[in-house]
């Protein structure tokens, strides 16, 4: 490690995210399967997204709106006067116009900022954002062989937006508490699943080392195919350690594109970087200027749901929840909804964040892969909310609250009326348990004779007994006093 | 006129593989086209600001709403190679994008 420290990491960060809309970016075509239904390849597909001549792209207001929002929740300046698309020339099969329509010389939104807290060091660090701009996805390319490709165009088109920062982040934990920071916003103001394993959110990494103090940058490598959080943090490890060796050396590193490979853990050397003018960009001459109106944007700033920042400070400071629960809450900002929801039915912040966070979520993340989320789960928060409060009141056991709420996940019956039918509801009826008692002290002479002969230690046998006569139904308590009431009283 | 070296440049990028004959008649094609182009060089445009469109439009958008695309037989229907749903190209060995 003596070698790390006479050099200074240097990462910044490329983030490439699906944005929530209904259809693609220049054309109608839907940009997802039914819910429900498969995504079937090449059925989401039309003459504009295939780059059929004869075709003319019109914007979705949507996705400009969606970016303008994570503009101005990243503190961004968004240019209500001279926005451009361009064309990024190349060819490659994922690209069927043989160009790619981004931005380029002038973004929708550049020039922001996000604090952002790094648990692991202690610290908070502030990424100045270069900038957020609007493009469209590409096909997706499946390697089929060892002379061919197989294309899908479904994907072709989907509005994606890329949001650059500056080479501010000083460690692999700081580029993965940014990515996690910038997901949980993207989720809270509905601009992006941010889902990184399913590729609605792409992450690449810029590493580079530089002697401690030194001004200026080293050889920065690009790494992609970082398919989670712990991928990135992984990947820039490996790269910082790798520099450091090869500078330790006395070597020279390469700027190149560089692949995480998760299975060997590290990472493999891709193809050397075109330079950018290889893209021969220059303004798309099938748009129409855009000049987004200020009142426009003024409107969508005012409209802006609650940060993750404000809603984390906002559980630990009015509802006194734990940094880990609030951290955990505002990840999923639907479980966060679902949370908010079940507390506004009257439930205690605290036990709401337990079983939210606990059980609930438990049986939420084994439908995940289902694409099951919290606002698609049958029981609603009302649900949820009657559910604690018979727990909350002693009403029911915590372990027989479990099995209602695995039973009413998916069901959404009422847990109160679950809980009645069945009569899984604690025995706090004195007479009910008087009478079991009773029963019980019939049916078992010999041993109620042989605790009033003064072997006592047959008591716990006699409270079993109850116990199961009652299906482990009784407060235990009230067992205790009736059977000592019986047993002493009738002598 | 332009290298041959800015023509193989440009041959790579588009992904040509030109003999040294092409080479020599693109070189050729090439340079008279950008000199063609390179008249507007004559016009006087100090009082013109930057131009990318002419058509006196702005803010054109749509509403965010599906529809329905070609579907695939009508999508794929020209397509020279297929395999099952997907279309089939050849391999581009320059992988990572």
């Known amino acids: 490690m003596a070698v790390l420290t006479r050099y200074e990491t240097v990462i910044g960060i490329e983030v490439h995210a699906q944005l929530r809309t209904s259809s693609k970016m220049f054309c109608s075509c839907p940009t997802g399967a039914a819910a429900g239904e498969p995504d079937e390849p090449n059925t989401r597909v039309c003459p504009v997204c295939l780059g059929l001549p004869g075709t003319l792209p019109v914007i979705n207001r949507r996705a400009v709106e969606l970016v303008i929002l994570t503009g101005l929740a990243l503190e961004c300046h968004v240019e209500t006067d001279a926005v451009r698309f361009e064309r990024k020339n190349y060819f490659y099969p994922d690209l069927p116009k043989g160009y790619q329509i981004s931005q380029y010389a002038l973004p929708l939104c550049s020039g922001g900022r996000l604090s952002v807290p790094v648990p692991s060091e202690g610290t908070e660090v502030l990424v100045d954002i270069t900038r957020a701009h609007l493009e469209e996805d590409t096909a997706r390319l499946q390697h089929g062989g060892r002379d061919h490709s197989l294309v ?123 330079e950018a003018n290889d893209y021969r960009y220059f303004p798309e001459p099938d748009l129409p200027p855009l000049r987004p109106a200020a009142e426009w944007v003024a409107r969508l700033r005012a409209g802006m749901p609650e940060l993750p920042v404000a809603r984390r400070t906002r559980y630990r400071q009015s509802l006194g929840l734990s940094a880990y629960d609030a951290a955990v809450l505002t990840a999923d900002v639907e479980l966060a909804e679902y949370f908010d929801a079940v507390v506004a039915e009257g439930v205690a912040p605290k036990p709401a964040a337990n079983w939210v966070t606990g059980e609930f979520s438990r049986l939420l993340n084994a439908r995940a892969a289902d694409g099951l989320r919290a606002s698609g789960v049958a029981l609603r928060p009302a649900g949820l909310a009657e559910l604690i409060a018979e727990v909350e009141s002693g009403a029911v056991s915590t372990t027989t609250a479990k099995t209602v709420l695995a039973r009413t996940f998916h069901a959404g019956e009422s847990p109160r009326a679950i809980i009645e039918a069945e009569e899984l509801g604690g025995l706090s009826d004195t007479r009910a348990i008087g009478e079991a008692v009773s029963e019980v002290l019939a049916n078992h002479p010999a041993q109620v004779a042989e605790y009033r002969s003064g072997k006592t230690q047959i008591y716990g046998f006699l409270v079993g007994q109850v116990m199961r006569h009652t299906a482990g139904r009784a407060d235990g308590r009230l067992v205790d006093e009736e059977l000592r009431r019986q047993l002493d009283g009738e002598q | 006129m332009i290298s041959r070296q800015d023509v193989e440049h440009v041959a790579a990028l588009a992904r040509l593989g030109l003999s040294a004959d092409e080479i020599d008649l693109m070189q050729g094609q090439l340079s008279r086209i950008l000199e063609a182009v390179a008249q507007l060089r004559d016009v006087d445009t100090s009082q013109i600001g930057p131009t990318a469109q002419v058509i006196g439009l702005e803010n054109v958008m749509r509403e965010d709403e599906a529809r329905a695309g070609l579907g695939r037989e009508l999508a794929l229907a020209n397509a020279p190679l297929r395999e099952g749903p997907l279309l089939r190209v050849p391999v581009i060995l320059e992988e990572g994008r």
Do not use: C
């Open chain 1, 152 to 274: 899908d165009f479904n994907r072709a088109g989907v509005p994606l937006m890329e949001i650059v920062t500056e080479p501010d982040l000083r460690s692999p934990a700081q580029a993965r508490a940014y990515g996690e920071a910038l997901r949980d916003i993207l989720r809270h103001i509905g601009a992006s699943d941010g889902d990184m394993e399913t590729g609605s959110m792409r992450i690449e990494g810029n590493v580079s080392l530089r002697p401690m103090g030194a001004a200026d940058l080293g050889t920065k490598v690009e790494v992609k195919n970082l398919n989670s959080f712990r991928s990135l943090e992984r990947a820039m490890e490996f790269e910082v350690a790798r520099h450091a060796e090869a500078l330790g050396r006395g070597e020279q590193l390469t700027q190149e594109t560089r692949g995480w490979d998760e299975g060997k853990g590290r990472t493999v050397s891709q193809r050397s970087k075109e």
